[in-house]
């Protein structure tokens, strides 16, 4: 069984950090880019961030450039996204995803809530 599961949301103060985590199971982690997607209230769900399988390649959205880092840990079978100068628009819940580039099997885990307030 495939699960994704997130974990590192919570509430911090514009300009604080979080580390968000998405641990993967029942497949190989290894095949699969990974993706973090956020969908706040009344808004679609859009990309925040991608990284290839072995890590060479990053995306970001240009609302989080130079603020977000997407990295994996193969090993760990982990993806994380370090959150640093969060601000109140990046209040979300966030999605881990997985894709894979031959199938296109498509995973999704439950999400992490982030909440950016004073």
């Known amino acids: 069984q495939v699960r994704l599961v997130e974990s590192g949301g919570g509430l911090v103060q514009p300009g604080g950090s979080l580390r968000l985590s998405c641990a993967a199971s029942g497949f190989t982690f290894s095949n699969y880019n990974m993706g973090w997607y956020r969908q706040a209230p009344g808004k679609e769900r859009e990309l925040v961030a991608r990284?290839?399988?072995?890590?060479?390649?990053?995306n970001y959205a240009d609302s989080v450039k130079g603020r977000f880092t997407i990295s994996r840990d193969n090993a760990k079978n982990t993806v994380f996204l370090q959150m640093n100068s969060l601000k109140p628009e990046d209040t979300a819940v966030y999605f881990c995803?997985?894709?894979?580039?031959?199938?296109?099997?498509?995973?999704w885990g439950q999400g992490t809530r982030v909440t950016v307030s004073s």
């Open positions: 995803n997985a894709v894979n580039w031959i199938t296109t099997y498509n995973y």
């Open positions: 990284i290839s399988s072995v890590g060479g390649s990053t």
